[in-house]
């Protein structure tokens, strides 16, 4: 009976895709009020943007959210250095980011990069700080490290369990 539920609860994507987000909200959650004047509850978003709930290819979308992830806050930070935040910059922004997803073929994932470009260009700084932006940039590149890490880690120890209880699942 035991192994039976171990072996429902190690092919269940719905339960695989929870155990995820709740161990990397803590993560996120613990970072955030650890450490509160880093702007760190955009990573604690990042995270859970990063995690897949696909049953199937969960390492491989998690790794294009993490791309995707990258790419629209380090554009984000790059219209920010050179020009503001002004409305003009974060429609230029939007545009390089699309063209750069469609340049790495991570198109499907463009609404997420879009999404990083804008809390970082948008959203009002809680602090008054030039650095700000800088700091929500590596906000969201812990993020999406965490929560890749996270997919990868998890990936891999599922496998060793799957392969001790003769479960065999494509991801």
């Not at 909200?25 to 880093?38: E, R």
């Not at 390492?59 to 990258?70: A, G, H, M, P, Y």
């Amino acid at each position: 009976m035991i192994n039976a539920l171990i072996r429902r609860a190690i092919a269940s994507p719905v339960l695989i895709y929870t155990l995820r987000c709740l161990i990397g909200f803590t993560i996120g959650y613990l970072l955030y009020t650890k450490f509160v004047h880093f702007e760190l509850f955009w990573s604690l978003l990042s995270i859970i943007l990063v995690i897949s709930p696909e049953e199937n290819d969960s390492k491989r979308l998690s790794i294009e959210r993490f791309k995707s992830n990258f790419v629209g806050s380090f554009v984000a930070l790059l219209c920010i250095i050179i020009n503001g935040n002004s409305l003009y910059m974060i429609v230029i922004g939007m545009l390089v980011t699309i063209l750069v997803c469609r340049f790495f073929k991570i198109m499907n994932m463009a609404r997420v990069a879009v999404v990083a470009l804008l809390i970082i260009m948008v959203q009002p700084h809680q602090e008054e700080l030039s650095y700000t932006p800088i700091l929500r940039f590596a906000s969201v590149g812990i993020g999406c490290l965490i929560g890749l890490s996270i997919v990868v880690g998890s990936a891999y120890i599922l496998r060793n369990i799957r392969k001790r209880f003769g479960i065999f699942i494509d991801q």
